[in-house]
């Protein structure tokens, strides 16, 4: 396999790279979201962020994308392929992360909450600087772990026709015939990012302080 | 109820079926040390804790500088929750001081300090984070600024506590056996901020196993039993003999090793 080919692949991983990332980041700030609905006890809220979790976690993302893509255009909206398999992925990995961080909500000490109304903060300071921080904390590992999942779920986006690594590799097969090594080569490819990915959360775990961490 | 910077009022709390406060009314002068001992499951952290309204009493009243905390009763004499706002600002006057510490763990020393000046007082960061180095030198911990709770040992945590509690300049300041998660050698640092305190003229209410310095600091002191406030009294007429039998009992039970002298 030439290098050449090999540098279609690499080009295509960053499409993959960014839209992960992209996602993972605007899945996070949503989960936080639902989280503070979770949270708030107004309870048209937290239903909405219940049933939002149970759909998209219950329903595979591959059809979550099949159904959005052919969703779009029947309600007049027209975005790149890129934003819609943004939005897709966003979507998806909000409701898993949500759940997620139930756990890690759930694991803050009630003293630390109590120190934060001595200190009078409000509901909404103590949720952003106190819950949020020590939540995201404990969750890390879980954060990471979605994460690699992402990475690996993003080859499902080909379906609403962006070309990130799997959909090249495909086109590349293609046009070449030579499965093997090119989709050897895009596993590869995946298994790199993945590892930076896991080494880079443990280190952030490790240096974190508040964690396991000094 | 003038002179006093907390007045509780046939305060009861029942936790279900059962009652922890039975009809406590105590009052808490202003500018002393009130330390609140018996033996442990007595009530005494419940009482403080109602003092702070993290514990919501289920009948009678608390004044903190004669406002009244947590609940207000309406032209119909019916108790009702008082607003956030007013919460606060009543809660303002208040520094609590807890067992476990409570530090922040992703925060610095300094960032625990000055967190509230900056979120509630709305400092900047540079004014809040002077402001909070004078609390931290208070304490003998402006060296230690930077570190996280997890790198201090625990009394240096429960210092930070203190500087954080004082930073917003209460009235009154509650601890909750601020020594009692402390490793023996620890607790001198501690009790030596509060006696600091004590003789600036901090009105404290102190819940405390540590009864040589509830003898020698306080200025009153209150013995709670199976929920009921036996009684309030001044150290000398406290310790005198012969003594409430409970409390006797209690004294053997419970007085730490070297304190019995000072009793
Ligand atoms: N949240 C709670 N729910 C039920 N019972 C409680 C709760 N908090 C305290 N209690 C009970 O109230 C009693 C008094 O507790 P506490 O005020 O902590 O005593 P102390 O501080 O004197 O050791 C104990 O019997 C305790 O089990
Ligand atoms: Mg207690």
């Known amino acids: 396999m030439s290098w050449k080919l090999f540098n279609l692949l690499l080009e295509?991983?960053?499409?993959?790279?960014?839209?992960?990332?992209?996602?993972?980041l605007i899945g996070l700030f949503l989960a936080i979201l639902l989280s503070a609905a979770n949270l708030s006890g107004i309870r048209p809220l937290q239903w909405f962020a219940k049933f939002f979790i149970?759909?998209?976690?219950?329903?595979?993302?591959?059809?979550?994308?099949?159904?959005?893509y052919n969703l779009l255009p029947v309600i007049g909206v027209q975005i790149p392929s890129l934003v819609t398999a943004i939005i897709g992925l966003s979507i998806c990995t909000a409701a898993y992360q949500a759940e997620n961080l139930r756990g890690g909500f759930e694991g803050v000490p009630t003293g630390l909450v109590e120190s934060a109304d001595m200190a009078g903060f409000t509901p909404v300071q103590t949720f952003f600087h106190i819950r949020v921080p020590i939540a995201l904390r404990l969750t890390l590992p879980a954060l990471i772990n979605e994460a690699i999942l992402i990475l690996k779920a993003s080859s499902l986006v080909s379906v609403v026709g962006l070309i990130e690594l799997t959909r090249m590799a495909q086109n590349l097969v293609a046009s070449t015939?030579?499965?093997?090594?090119?989709?050897?080569?895009?596993g590869l490819i995946y298994l790199v990012i993945n590892l930076v990915v896991a080494t880079a959360g443990r280190q952030l775990e490790r240096r974190l302080p508040g964690v396991g961490g000094k | 109820m003038s002179d006093n910077a907390i007045s509780v009022q046939h305060l009861v709390k029942r936790f279900g079926e059962t009652t922890v406060l039975d009809d406590i009314s105590l009052e808490i002068p202003r500018g002393?040390?009130?330390?609140?001992?018996?033996?442990?499951?007595?009530?005494?952290?419940?009482?403080?804790?109602?003092?702070?309204?993290?514990?919501?009493?289920?009948?009678?009243?608390?004044?903190?500088?004669?406002?009244?905390?947590?609940?207000?009763?309406?032209?119909?004499?019916?108790?009702?929750?008082?607003?956030?706002?007013?919460?606060?600002?009543?809660?303002?006057?208040?520094g609590m001081v807890f067992q476990q510490f409570n530090l922040w763990p992703h925060m610095t020393a300094l960032g625990n300090v000055s967190a509230a000046l900056r979120r509630v007082r709305k400092l900047s960061r540079a004014e809040a984070e002077e402001?909070?180095?004078?609390?931290?030198?208070?304490?003998?911990?402006?060296?230690?600024?930077?570190?996280?709770?997890?790198?201090?040992?625990?009394?240096?945590?429960?210092r930070v506590a203190i500087a954080r509690s004082l930073a917003l300049e209460p009235k009154i300041m509650l601890f909750d056996e601020p020594t009692s998660a402390l490793d023996p050698e620890l607790t001198g640092e501690v009790l030596n901020v509060m006696r600091g305190l004590?003789?600036?003229?901090?009105?404290?209410?102190?819940?405390?196993?540590?009864?040589?310095?509830?003898?020698?600091?306080?200025?009153?002191?209150?013995?709670?039993?199976?929920?009921?406030?036996l009684f309030t009294?001044?150290?000398?007429?406290?310790?005198?003999?012969?003594?409430?039998?409970?409390?006797?009992?209690?004294?053997?039970?419970?007085?730490?090793?070297?304190?019995?002298?000072?009793?």
Do not use: W
């Open chain 2, 198 to 229: 004590a003789s600036e003229g901090m009105t404290m209410v102190v819940v405390t196993h540590e009864i040589g310095f509830a003898a020698t600091v306080g200025n009153q002191i209150s013995f709670l039993d199976q929920g009921k406030l």
């Open chain 2, 32 to 94: 002393q040390v009130s330390c609140l001992i018996g033996p442990s499951g007595s009530g005494k952290s419940t009482l403080l804790r109602c003092m702070a309204f993290l514990e919501e009493a289920t009948d009678g009243s608390i004044f903190i500088e004669g406002a009244p905390l947590g609940f207000v009763y309406d032209g119909a004499g019916k108790r009702q929750r008082q607003s956030a706002t007013e919460l606060r600002k009543v809660r303002s006057q208040i």
């Open chain 1, 12 to 24: 295509a991983s960053l499409m993959t790279i960014f839209v992960s990332s992209v996602s993972i």
């Open chain 1, 177 to 186: 015939f030579m499965p093997l090594e090119i989709y050897a080569s895009a």
């Open chain 2, 233 to 263: 009294d001044a150290p000398s007429k406290v310790f005198a003999k012969p003594r409430h039998p409970r409390l006797e009992q209690f004294l053997d039970t419970y007085l730490d090793r070297g304190a019995s002298t000072l009793v």
């Open chain 2, 131 to 158: 402001k909070a180095m004078v609390q931290l030198r208070k304490v003998g911990l402006e060296n230690r600024a930077g570190h996280y709770p997890s790198q201090l040992s625990g009394g240096q945590q429960q």
């Open chain 1, 54 to 68: 149970s759909f998209f976690r219950g329903t595979p993302l591959l059809v979550q994308l099949l159904l959005l």
